[in-house]
């Protein structure tokens, strides 16, 4: 399934309900934001998130968050708005 524009830079909203898992940092993963074990033939290892409870986070995906995997909006000011592509409605959102 391709990648839209929208899932590169807007974050994944996730209800994590696991006490552990680990989040994607080298994207090669097929499973973003999730790593899927990708990055083997790579030097960069996932980030492991523990959780004492279940929790709504916010998954950076336009790699340029100072807080990865956790979105600090810097996505916000990558494009300018008139420079967006138009949302892609009626695909599939997963």
Same mark, same amino acid.
């Given at each position: 399934?391709? %990648?839209?524009?929208?899932?590169?830079?807007? @974050?994944?909203? !996730?209800? =994590?309900?696991?006490?552990? !898992?680990?989040? +994607?940092? +080298?994207?090669?993963?097929?499973?973003?934001?999730? +790593?899927?074990?990708?990055?083997?033939?790579?030097?960069?290892?996932?980030?492991? $998130?523990? %959780?004492?409870?279940?929790?709504?986070?916010?998954? +950076? #995906?336009?790699?340029?968050?100072?807080?990865? @995997?956790?979105?600090?909006?810097?996505?916000? #000011? $990558?494009?300018?708005?008139?420079? #967006?592509?138009?949302? =892609?409605?009626? #695909?599939?959102?997963?």
């Amino acid at each position: 399934m391709p %990648l839209f524009y929208d899932d590169l830079i807007e @974050p994944t909203i !996730v209800r =994590q309900v696991s006490k552990s !898992v680990a989040y +994607c940092r +080298c994207t090669r993963s097929k499973n973003l934001p999730f +790593c899927d074990g990708s990055h083997a033939v790579t030097n960069v290892k996932p980030f492991i $998130l523990e %959780l004492n409870e279940p929790e709504t986070i916010a998954i +950076c #995906r336009c790699w340029k968050s100072k807080d990865h @995997p956790y979105c600090d909006g810097t996505h916000g #000011r $990558l494009v300018k708005p008139k420079e #967006r592509p138009p949302h =892609q409605h009626g #695909r599939n959102p997963g």
